[in-house]
């Protein structure tokens, strides 16, 4: 790790967890690639100017998330988690973006309804202000881990039953396709990172105080119009 980083006692934010997220941040980076462990945790108090038990309880945080592991008389070892790389281009699809990456794609209906659009969708849609919406919630999943909890928006007046149909195929492309979408792209996507509400570190199946990625797109279909908000 980098010589600089010096715990910022007036953030707000306990020292362990500062601790906690540039170890993080460092496994993500692959400073640990080569030797697959973090350091001893007196080297990494020394480091970080704090004592054993602070970098200890900043330790016990990443093992609660998966990411570290205690084996006694070797050390601290990074547990290995899988990388998935999704791109996100005009032709944005779940199953293209991960193929080759996972061997079982799965997307489940964990809920829908039918409600007055709200004006980021309407917009979005370009339907009227009090125009009605399909809403369903859905988890992905690939190889049985969930990656991606998300809202999606359908007018309701082109796509009365597509909860059905998504429902029946495990498939937006497929479900679109019911009402004679055969092709749709992404007009726009803007992502941020944010910090995880509890329903998502449970359904995501994350650790303590997770950070996740949120994307806000818009597709479109063969004509340019706007057909669906996730």
Known sequence: MDGEFV???????A???QIADRISGAIASGEYDQTGMVPP????????????HTVRNAMAALAEDGILRRVPGRGTIIEKRERLVYPVGRRTRFSEGLGGQAGELDMQLLADDVIESPPPVASA?????????????????A???????AWHFFSRDRF??????????????????????????RLST???ARMATAEEAERLALGANPIVLETEAVNADSSGSPIQYS
């Open 160 to 185: 009365p039953k597509i909860a059905l149909e998504f429902a029946r195929h495990h498939s937006i492309t497929r479900a679109l396709a019911h009402f004679g979408v055969d092709d749709y792209v």
């Open 15 to 17: 020292a362990w967890k």
């Open 125 to 141: 849609l370009q339907l009227p202000p009090n125009g009605i919406t399909v809403r369903m919630r859905t988890l992905s999943l």
């Open 143 to 149: 190889d049985g881990v969930p990656i991606s909890l």
């Open 190 to 192: 803007e992502v941020t």
């Open 7 to 13: 715990i910022d006692r007036k953030s707000g934010v």
């Open 41 to 52: 945790e007196t080297q990494l108090a020394e480091r970080f100017g704090v004592n054993r």
